[in-house]
Every structure is written in structure tokens, then in C-alpha cells.
């Protein structure tokens, strides 16, 4: 099927939620179909986050600070590009769609950056890391925003919102499960294989993967019809979505509860190699125990989501993701099994902020249309725009755990070589890093989400009164 010719998204009805909201049911194939990239983009986020820092400070040879400071800062330069990628996405009009050429484009660049990353060679620079991270953050964006972009315009329905971002936060993490077999797999496939290879490995998965899934999405999913840019780009309009406390709050909370997981993440294989006292492949086991509760739990957060809203779902979650960890402190070390049963418990609610809160902006989107409509104020389209600040929020969100950790870790005087022996004062402070963090964190988040102004019965009236001009 041509790219050009692709027929108008199909829907069905949907059956009746909480709020008496009505709307359409995106079709299952559509769905999935739209939810691959986020496969492979996903992917990334493990060992960006856990595997590639270590892999760099310790077989590549770079300083623990400076691997600190190079994802940190490449980061930060990244993240002021996402709002100017999300202006021109939604300005973006073209034979093949709106959203289809920002996936196209930017799986050119995830497939450069991540070859660059995952190949490099002991020796590499700090420059040559730097430069092929933002690369690959580059292409990172370009996909996960139209993605996520496109998923809000798929419906308008409250309830089907929550279902849609459920399927792409499930196929988020069922990315990262599926790079968290792949070095086990790889030592019963290849016996005696190295760390390296390991990296190598997740690379060339990732690669295989990008093509694949943005072609299926391309090809097969129909965007529907845009609005047309009668206003042009808005400044005002881009000005009212940032001045927005609705955003503010929301913004906010997005970033604590990615700062939450990526702390986790980024001393999880340190935490239990070191202060828990397993071997590698057994902390890889536990990780995997995480991912997976997330993966299985998914569903009951998008059913609690449609019966008692998304607000108070995500106000659950992050007191969970918050507080779950403590229980890590009853545990004596040296039990594996009463880890993993502690960790897969705690990572029940790892898939339900990603999706809760893009569901919710989606939302308030339509809430900011209203708005503007009712004040007489142009408002220009700002999907692609309120997306970019939340992916912002997410990318700094993940990279200050890793640009603040591992400063940290070397300033209590961790050594992360692997058979480095670190005083039982240095573990007991890496104890404190990985555990009290969270809990602040979570609790924070939960208080923003308490008074989130918009519930099913108010989005139902907000549909309502957009419908009816």
C-alpha cells in the first residue's frame, strides 16, 4: 500500500465508561501496529540507562565522572531540541502524513547512533562518545515524539486514551525485556562470551528491530485527518501551553517520576553486585523480575484508570514506586528469591506513569483547545509541541539520575571495577542512594496528581462543548 494513499483511520464504537464518556475504539490491528516503534526505541532506555554507563567506565575505560557528565550534559543539549522538533511536527503537512516523516527521518539517525554507541572500541574518546549519544538521542526523539503525538489524535475518547498509551507503555516494556534476555541468551548460545559481545548483541537487536517496526507503522496505520494550519506556528499559542499551571503540574510530575526509576536503574546492577553481594546474572534476574511485573500489570492500570481515573491510578503508582523498595530492607542479603519477590512487587506500577500521564495530556489538550476558544485566542496546532515537553521532562528525568549518581558514587569513594573491594561504609551509603531518593520522589509526585482538575465527567464536557461549538 502506498504511503500516500492511506486510507482514513477506521474506528468502532466503544463501550460505555465511567462519566458516560462515548468515543471510538481504535482497531486492534491499527494499534499494535502503531505500538512496534516503541519496541526498539524502548530497547534503548535499558542500556542507556544501566548497561552502557558501566560498559564505558569500566571495559572502555572512560572516567566514572566523565561518563557522568558526557550522558548528562548530552542530555541537556538534546533537550531544548524537542520542543523546536515538536513546532515543526505540527506544522508538518506532506503526502505521506503528518507524523510518518519524523519516523522515517529519525530512524536514519536512532540506527547511526546506536551503531556508534553499542561498536565503540576501548580507547574511544569523550568526544566521539558525546557526539554519537546526541545522535542517537536525535533520532530517539523524532520517533518517540511522533509516536506519541500521533497517538493522541487516534481518539477522543477518555477511556480509549488510557488503552492506547497502555499498548505503547506495554510494548515499552516489552522492549525493555527483551534486551534484558539478550546476554543470557547469548551465554547458551555462545558459552564463555563477554560483557562486550553482550553490548554488541543488544546493539545489533535494536538495529534489526528499527526498520522493521517503522515500516509496519508507516505502512499499515492511518493517521486521519489533521487540522489544517489556518493560524500558522503561534507564538501565543505555544505561550498559553506553557504558561498553563495544568502543564506545569503535569510537567512536573513527569519529570519526578522519571527521575524515580532512572535512579533505580542507574544503581540497580551496582546496588545488588555489590551491597546485595550477587553475581551479575543473578542481578540481571531480579531486573528482569521488575520489568516483567510491570509488563504483566499493565492491563489492571489501564482498568483502574477507565473505572477510577487516571489521576488517582498515577497517584497510586507513585507512592508504590516510592515506597515498594523499603521492603528490600527486611531482606537479609543472600536471598535471591525474597529479592526478586520484593522487586517484581515494586515494579507492578513501573508501566502506569508513562502512559497515565500521556493519556492526561492528551486531555488537557483538548481542555487548552476550549480554552482558547472560548477567550477567542488563535490556537494554532500544539499537539506536537505539548508532547515535546513531556519527552523533554522524560529525557531529563533520565539523565539526571546517571549526571548525579555517578558523581556521587565516586565522591563516597565507590569503585565500580569489578572486583574492587568497597568498605562496608561506601556500601552502606550506596544503600541510601538507591533506596531514600524514591521516597521523596514519590510522595511529591502523588501530592501534584492529587488535584488534577480533569476527571471523566469534566473531559466528557469538555468533548462535549468542542463538538458542539
Known amino acids: 500500500m502506498a504511503l500516500a494513499s492511506a486510507p482514513r483511520f477506521r474506528q468502532e464504537a466503544a463501550p460505555e465508561v465511567r462519566g458516560e464518556d462515548t468515543g471510538l475504539r481504535v482497531r486492534l490491528k491499527h494499534l499494535l501496529a502503531w505500538c512496534g516503534p ?9 542500556p542507556l540507562v544501566i548497561y552502557l554507563p558501566p560498559h564505558y567506565a569500566g571495559t572502555l575505560g572512560l572516567p566514572l565522572t566523565t561518563v557522568g557528565l558526557i550522558f548528562a550534559i548530552v542530555r541537556m543539549v538534546d533537550i531544548p531540541f524537542d520542543p523546536l522538533l515538536g513546532a515543526l511536527m505540527d506544522r508538518t503537512r506532506s503526502r505521506i502524513g503528518q507524523f510518518r516523516p519524523w519516523l522515517l ?13 553499542f561498536m565503540a572500541e576501548p580507547g574511544v574518546g569523550a568526544i566521539r562518545t558525546a557526539v554519537a549519544l546526541f545522535i ?30 497502555g499498548f505503547w507503555t506495554a510494548s515499552n516494556v516489552l522492549g525493555n525485556l527483551s534486551v534484558l534476555f539478550i546476554p543470557p541468551l547469548l551465554l547458551v548460545l555462545l558459552p564463555g562470551s563477554t560483557a562486550t559481545q553482550g553490548i554488541h548483541a543488544i546493539g545489533w537487536f535494536i538495529l534489526a528491530l528499527i526498520p522493521i517496526t517503522i515500516a509496519i507503522a ?8 489533521a487540522p489544517a494550519p489556518t493560524h500558522g506556528f503561534s507564538a501565543r499559542a505555544a505561550l498559553a501551553v506553557l504558561s498553563d499551571g495544568r502543564m ?16 533505580t536503574g542507574a544503581l540497580f546492577l551496582f546496588y ?14 531480579i531486573l528482569l523480575c521488575y520489568f516483567v511485573a510491570g509488563l504483566v500489570a499493565a492491563p ?6 477507565q473505572r477510577k481515573g487516571k489521576h488517582r491510578a498515577g ?28 522487586i517484581a512487587i515494586g515494579g507492578l506500577p513501573y508501566a502506569a506513569p508513562p502512559f497515565l500521564l500521556r493519556a492526561m495530556l492528551a486531555d488537557l489538550n483538548d481542555a487548552q483547545q476550549l480554552d482558547a476558544r472560548e477567550s477567542g485566542t488563535p490556537a494554532g496546532e500544539t499537539t506536537g509541541l505539548s508532547f515535546a515537553l513531556l519527552t523533554a521532562t522524560q529525557k531529563l528525568g533520565y539523565a539526571i539520575p546517571v549526571g548525579l549518581t555517578y558523581p556521587l558514587l565516586s565522591l563516597i569513594g565507590f569503585d565500580p571495577l569489578p572486583d574492587a573491594a568497597n568498605s562496608p561504609q561506601t556500601l552502606a551509603n550506596l544503600q541510601l542512594l538507591f533506596l531514600a531518593p524514591p521516597v521523596i520522589l514519590g510522595l511529591a509526585a502523588a501530592a501534584l496528581l492529587a488535584r488534577w482538575p480533569i476527571s471523566a465527567d469534566r473531559h466528557a464536557e469538555i468533548r462535549a462543548r468542542l463538538t458542539n461549538g
Not at 40 to 46: F, K
Not at 140 to 164: F, H, K, M, N, T
Open 300 to 305: 489492571l492500570w489501564i482498568k483502574l484508570a
Open 272 to 285: 545488588f553486585t555489590r551491597a546485595r553481594g550477587y553475581p551479575l546474572e543473578t542481578a540481571s534476574q
Open 218 to 225: 508507516v505502512s499499515t496505520v492511518p493517521e486521519g485527518e
Open 315 to 342: 497517584l497510586l503508582a507513585a507512592l508504590w514506586l516510592g515506597i515498594a523498595p523499603l521492603s528490600l530492607l527486611l531482606i537479609a542479603p543472600g536471598n535471591p528469591l525474597a529479592d526478586a519477590i520484593a
Open 38 to 46: 516503541g519496541i526498539p526505541v524502548a530497547a534503548l532506555g535499558v
Open 248 to 263: 506545569k503540574r503535569l510537567l512536573l510530575a513527569d519529570l519526578l517520576l522519571s527521575i524515580l526509576p532512572g535512579i
Open 105 to 117: 527521518g529519525g530512524a536514519l539517525l536512532l540506527s547511526l547512533g546506536t551503531w556508534l554507541m
Open 136 to 165: 542517537l538521542y536525535l533520532g530517539y526523539s523524532s520517533i518517540q515524539l511522533a509516536q506519541v503525538s500521533w497517538g493522541a489524535w487516534l481518539s477522543a475518547d477518555y477511556g480509549e486514551r488510557a488503552r492506547i498509551f
